[in-house]
């Protein structure tokens, strides 16, 4: 019969349990949110480390999301946008072709 009853001091350790696992629980679920990265527009994401087939690297493109584990991998961004540059186009006495950047 003594095991039937609970007391007072039982109750507050379950209670104590279960607020531990649930911010533990909480907690794992933020820290998996927070590693995935979502590729922006105009850019591609390269992610960098050891994959499950053996490769070094993969590219995500825009609208892709993908998990990138810590400490293992990392990810960085190419942006896609047009590289603006002048050229100046002169010729020497030989007729020979010389091209310069100004910028």
Known sequence: MKGLIYSAQN???VIYVMLTALIVIF???LFLLLRLKK???GKLMIVIGKFHDGAKCRIVRYGDVKFVIP???SCQYLSLEPI???VSIEFNERQE???KETG
């Open 97 to 99: 072709l010389f091209l």
């Open 27 to 29: 907690a794992c679920i």
């Open 39 to 41: 590729c922006p527009q």
């Open 11 to 13: 109750s507050t350790a």
């Open 71 to 73: 400490f293992i991998q």
């Open 84 to 86: 603006k540059t002048e």
